[in-house]
């Protein structure tokens, strides 16, 4: 007895007709006529009434058909348990303080196993630190390097904040910015940007924010509003457009050093990738002098 055959006996049940059966299975008729016949002689007595023109599951038939489903239902449950293991085993949680880091990360996880699964939430920096000590994410990204001995820590980019000035607006001219000249100002701002929303509230206390949640609207909009806009150095930001100057901003709170925590008890596949972005990021000094506006 094989499950195709299972599988084969439960078709002719819900089809009606062998013919029709066979069509569904992509096998011919006289292939599915003679594996039933090999299922009955497994079996020890006959699963149809057979006429010339008809082929209907009778009393052993029918139990048998009722032990086929519940096998084929188990072995659904099965596979569906085993897909999960791999995508599990392939899923990379990562809590970040903010997007552009996990874009980086997702560069590099795809360049290490190109099936990997990379699922980001952008986070508070203590809910970053929080999961990755309670194992409810893999990888943390965060601002300051943590000093917990449970956790190993690299940098994985630097990220400089600019204005993203429209054509007309009155500081389009400007070379640097510091965020006293914003101050005031309205901005468009994407709702997704996790710290730096504390940063632009925290230096712009005047300033109007008008908050889009949905990225692809962000970027339509980004495109045809007279508001500013911010924008970053990361080479994965898309919110760039010709129509927009980008002018570095230069306080200190502008820049960014973004830290990539693990778990020093972490499964091999994670640290590998950890190792990974600690060998292929400069040291922070070196990324502070390449970066500076």
């Known amino acids: 007895m094989e499950l195709e055959q299972l599988r084969q006996l439960s078709m002719i049940a819900r089809t009606g007709t062998l ?8 096998i011919s ?17 006959p ?15 029918s139990v048998a058909l009722e032990h086929a489903e519940l096998i084929l239902a188990e072995e659904h449950r099965l596979r569906d348990a085993f897909a999960a293991l791999a995508k599990r085993d392939r899923t990379i949680r990562v809590a970040s303080v903010a997007p552009a880091p996990t874009w980086r990360l997702s560069s590099m996880a ?4 190109p099936t990997a699964i990379v699922e980001p939430d952008v986070v508070s920096a203590h809910e970053a630190t929080s999961r990755l000590l309670n194992g409810t994410c893999d990888l943390a990204i965060t601002t300051t390097r943590p000093t917990l001995p449970t956790i190993r820590s690299c940098v994985l980019m630097r990220e400089d904040l600019y204005a993203n000035v429209p054509r007309g607006h009155e500081l389009r001219d400007k070379e640097a910015l510091r965020f006293a000249e914003l101050d005031g100002q309205a901005f468009l701002v994407y709702g997704g940007i996790g ?20 990225r692809t609207i962000f970027l339509q909009q980004m495109r045809t509003s007279s508001l500013l806009t ?5 080479p994965e930001n898309t919110s760039r457009h010709e129509s927009r100057r980008a002018i570095p901003i230069t306080d200190p709170e502008a820049h960014a050093t973004f830290w990539l925590c693990v778990r020093t008890d972490a499964p091999e596949r994670i640290g590998a990738l950890f190792d990974l972005a600690s060998n292929s990021a400069a040291a922070p000094e070196e990324m502070l ?5």
């Not at 023109?53 to 009393?59: K, P, Q, R, Y």
């Open 289 to 293: 002098e390449q970066s500076q506006p």
């Open 47 to 61: 699963l149809f009434n057979r006429t010339r023109n008809s082929l209907e599951v009778n009393t052993a038939g």
């Open 110 to 113: 795809l360049e290490q196993c």
């Open 230 to 234: 911010f924008t970053t150095n990361a």
């Open 19 to 26: 013919s029709e059966a066979a069509k569904r299975l992509h």
């Open 195 to 214: 710290f730096w929303h504390d940063v632009h509230t925290r230096m712009l206390p005047h300033a109007q924010f008008v908050i889009q949640p949905d």
């Open 29 to 45: 008729q006289s292939a599915l006529s003679r594996s039933m016949r090999r299922l009955e002689d497994d079996l020890g007595l």
